[in-house]
């Protein structure tokens, strides 16, 4: 057993995990805890080679099958690497993404199977299971406007309508983990958001 906080962050790109990570993290470290923020894919040397691969546009011919099993191979040495070593040690971890987004985007995006995805993952990850996941919801065409258009996010807004049920379905089996974030408003206003439902729950 771990003895730090797992925490993860969920969303569509450009909906500010990145932002909110970072203003936890000061939050967090300002109440004395160690933290450490990263992210997949690629938060690894060898992950991040992985993620290159995964949102080359020029690799349309990439399966989905593959698109599993890399994502699922960056997170094994991502959790094995730097995740599992810094709850060991204590440090409370936020990570951008983890095995939620790879349900929403390759399940209930792509339509493959929620069962084998699990299992997967299940066995890249050892079975790891985050304390608790902020997802921030937001319109994915919003999102998407303030980011680049990797391989994945060239994907239509039909898909990225199905990501975001998938996303709020996940909050509604499991709703003691996973707390839906309303993104819009200011950095400020979503931070408060954020800090509330993490107190609420594991502070
Ligand atoms: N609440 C917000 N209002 C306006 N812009 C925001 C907000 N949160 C983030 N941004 C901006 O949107 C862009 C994407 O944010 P980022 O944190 O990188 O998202 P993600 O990590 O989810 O892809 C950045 O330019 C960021 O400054
Ligand atoms: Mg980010």
């Not at 771990?2 to 790109?13: R, S, W």
């Not at 991502?78 to 985007?105: I, M, N, W």
Request: hydrophobic share 40%.
């Amino acid at each position: 057993m771990h003895k730090g906080l797992f925490i993860t962050l969920e969303g569509v790109d450009g909906v500010g995990k990145t932002t909110q990570a970072l203003l936890l993290k000061t939050r967090l470290e300002q109440k004395g805890q160690e933290v450490l923020h990263t992210f997949e894919p690629g938060g690894t040397a060898l992950g991040s080679r992985i993620r290159q691969l995964l949102l080359d546009p020029n690799h349309a011919e990439l399966s989905s099958m593959t698109e599993i099993l890399l994502y699922a191979a960056d997170r094994a040495q991502h959790v094995h690497e730097q995740v599992l070593p810094a709850l060991k040690a204590g440090k409370t971890v936020l990570c951008e993404r983890f095995v939620d987004s790879s349900l929403a985007y390759q399940g209930y995006g792509l339509g493959l199977d929620l069962d084998a995805i699990r299992a997967v993952n299940h066995w890249a990850t050892g079975g790891l299971v985050p304390d608790l996941t902020i997802y921030l919801d937001a319109d994915p065409a919003e999102c998407l406007a303030r980011t680049k258009k990797d391989r994945i996010a060239q994907r239509t807004l039909d898909y990225y309508g199905r990501v975001r049920a998938g996303f709020l379905a996940i909050a509604q089996a499991e709703p003691k983990r996973f707390k839906v974030i309303p993104a819009s408003g200011t950095l400020e206003e979503v931070a408060s958001r954020v800090l509330r439902a993490v107190e609420g729950e594991v502070l």
